[in-house]
Every structure is written in C-alpha cells, then in structure tokens.
Nanobody
Framework: QVQLVESGGGLVQPVGSLRLSCAAS????????MAWYRQAPGKQRELVAA???????NYVDSVKGRFTISRDNAKNTVSLHMNSLKPEDTAVYYC?????????????WGQGTQVTVSS
C-alpha cells in the first residue's frame, strides 16, 4: 500500500502565506515527479507546480514568483510554499506523485487539503 498524506491548508487573508506538505509512505521503490494540483469549485483540476526527482521545477503562470515547490527525497516529502496569496488561489489542493513500486509505476493522489484566501 502507498499513501500520500497532506497537511497545512486553512484560511488565510489575501497577501498572506501558507505552506502545504505531503508525505508519501508505504511500499515505495522510488518516486519520480511530484506535484501539486488544485481544483476550485466549478472548475477543472489544474496543475499548479511540479518537481522532478532531480529538482527541476515548473509552475502554472498564475503562481510564478509567488509559489515555490520543493521536495526531500530522503523523506519522500514534497512541499508548496505559497506567498502573496490571492482569493483566486482558493481551492482544494492535491498532492500527486508518480511512484515506482517493485512491479509497476503509477500516479498516486492525496486526499486534498482546503486552502481559502479571504478577508
């Protein structure tokens, strides 16, 4: 079994900051790319930020310069530091990881954590 467990969501005022964390556990051989997605009410899930096992990152244009994704390969964790938050960042944020197990590789998802940006 493999699990992704997220933490760190909540309510924050505009221009505030939050840090999301996600830890992968279970029978893991290696983890390839890790990413954060988000889904706002009535909208499709979108990729927010991704990071390869080597540390290469990419971001959706709307968060560039405000969000930073990082990972700790030794601890199988990925984090998303979110600064200068805007109301339009309000969404459920999901952790995603492409995990290699002994027999196969597939994507795993966390349960989601709510981020609400409001005054």
């Amino acid at each position: 079994q493999v699990q992704l467990v997220e933490s760190g969501g909540g309510l924050v005022q505009p221009v505030g900051s939050l840090r999301l964390s996600c830890a992968a556990s279970g029978s893991i051989f290696s983890i390839h790319a890790m990413a954060w997605y988000r889904q706002a009410p009535g909208k499709q899930r979108e990729l927010v930020a991704a990071i390869t096992s080597g540390g290469t990152t990419n971001y959706v244009d709307s968060v560039k310069g405000r969000f930073t994704i990082s990972r700790d390969n030794a601890k199988n964790t990925v984090s998303l530091h979110m600064n200068s938050l805007k109301p339009e960042d309000t969404a459920v944020y999901y952790c995603n990881a492409r995990i290699q197990r002994m027999a196969f590789t597939r994507d795993y998802w966390g349960q989601g954590t709510q981020v609400t940006v409001s005054s």
